[in-house]
């Protein structure tokens, strides 16, 4: 059974930092690409980043670019997600998923296994 375990949530101020972890168990880490989401209250969920299985490939929303950073370590099944410059904009549910043999694309239809969240909370 595979599973998704994010971690790395809190409270932040804006202007701040915060380094999101997911752990990967019961696949074959190095088939997926991962993708990091994101759903605010009272919003849809939307594609922040996504880093192909090899890592030689990222994507990322333009409302995030030049301030998160996705990177993967397959030895240890595990994506991040590096955060700065944070907004209060930014506050939301971040939320990882595994893109089976995929090209870490931006829809979310594409991807098949997904993490409950965890919480991102930016303060003004």
């Known amino acids: 059974q595979v599973e998704l375990v994010e971690s790395g949530g809190g409270l932040v101020q804006a202007g701040g930092s915060l380094r999101l972890s997911c752990v990967a168990r019961g696949a074959t880490f190095i088939r997926y690409a991962m993708g990091w989401f994101r759903q605010a209250p009272g919003k849809e969920r939307e594609f922040v980043a996504s880093?192909?299985?090899?890592?030689?490939?990222?994507r990322y929303a333009d409302s995030v670019k030049d301030r998160f950073t996705i990177s993967r370590d397959n030895a240890k099944n595990t994506v991040l997600l590096q955060m700065n410059s944070l907004k209060p904009e930014d506050t939301a549910v971040y939320s990882c998923a595994e893109e089976f043999e995929g090209g870490g694309n931006r829809r979310q239809i594409d991807y098949d296994f997904w993490g409950r969240g965890t919480q991102v909370t930016v303060s003004s």
């Open positions: 880093i192909e299985k090899n890592g030689d490939s990222t």
